[in-house]
Nanobody
Framework: QVQLVESGGGLVQAGDSLRLSCAAS????????MGWFRQAPGKEREFVAA????????YYADSVKGRFTISRGDAKNTVHLQMNSLEPEDTAVYYC?????????????????WGQGTQVTVSS
């Protein structure tokens, strides 16, 4: 069994920054990609950012491009999401996900493992 645990969420004001982290543990697996998705109340879970592990290639949703940065952590199977210039529209539960292989980093159904999520609330 693989567990993903997110941390770093919280309540901030518009314009502030937060750094989310996700660590994988449990059964060893080869990571092809890790990503972040978010889900606001009443909305579907949407893609935020992803990184292809071996190449380091990164992908972002248009709504966060230029403000958010995804990166690999120093520890194996650890990923971070640096979120700057936060806006109230960024308020959501943020989920970490990992894939052994996939074709479309933006497609949540292609990810194999998910964390429980961490709440990010941005006040205006």
């Amino acid at each position: 069994q693989v567990q993903l645990v997110e941390s770093g969420g919280g309540l901030v004001q518009a314009g502030d920054s937060l750094r989310l982290s996700c660590a994988a543990s449990g059964r060893t697996f080869t990571t092809y990609a890790m990503g972040w998705f978010r889900q606001a109340p009443g909305k579907e879970r949407e893609f935020v950012a992803a990184i292809i592990w071996s190449a380091g290639s990164t992908y972002y949703a248009d709504s966060v491009k230029g403000r958010f940065t995804i990166s690999r952590g120093d520890a194996k199977n650890t990923v971070h999401l640096q979120m700057n210039s936060l806006e109230p529209e960024d308020t959501a539960v943020y989920y970490c996900a990992a894939a052994r292989r996939l074709f479309n980093v933006r497609q949540r159904l292609e990810y194999d493992y998910w964390g429980q999520g961490t709440q990010v609330t941005v006040s205006s």
